[in-house]
């Protein structure tokens, strides 16, 4: 299996610490890119500004609730982009609401993950996303 960039769009340091550490400890050796508010999610995936270069992901995770442009409003545009729609988005957030799940996935969301509060969880839920995407998945040549 060949290591996949991996776009974390997350505003919360402590969950940015905890899923660097999770993608470490796994077995497959993925790059983790991580940007802190919606603005700059699309300027990574539409390689402008100080993201001219980047790397198109494979896979991305996203929060919801971010500042600037939300999760939700990030999902929209991915998936209404025909260069990006292919890149699978979990989305991945503390909300458990119904009408957050609802629209993640009337908006195309690949997966709907609640984040767990705890420690051990939240890196047991990142490695099963990890081994699921990158060692069952076959994902769209970047």
């Known amino acids: 299996m060949n290591p996949i960039h991996i776009l974390l769009v997350e505003d919360n340091p402590g969950d940015i610490r905890l899923t660097r550490e999770a993608i470490k400890k796994g077995k497959f050796q993925n790059e983790l890119h991580v940007v802190t508010d919606g603005e ?12 001219v270069n980047a790397p198109r992901p494979g896979l991305i995770l996203l929060d919801l609730n971010l500042p600037i442009m939300d999760g939700r409003e990030v999902l929209a545009e991915i998936k209404q982009s025909p260069s ?29 993950i609640s984040k767990p509060v705890n420690y051990p969880q939240f890196l047991a839920v990142i490695e099963q996303i990890e081994s ?5 998945v076959t994902l769209p040549a970047p």
Do not use: C, Q
């Open 84 to 112: 990006l729609k292919r890149i699978p988005v979990i989305v991945l957030t503390t909300s458990s609401a119904d009408e957050d799940i609802i629209r993640s996935y009337d908006l195309h969301a690949n997966s709907y």
């Open 132 to 136: 699921f995407w990158i060692s069952i």
């Open 40 to 51: 700059e999610a699309m300027d990574f995936l539409l390689k402008r500004g100080a993201h």
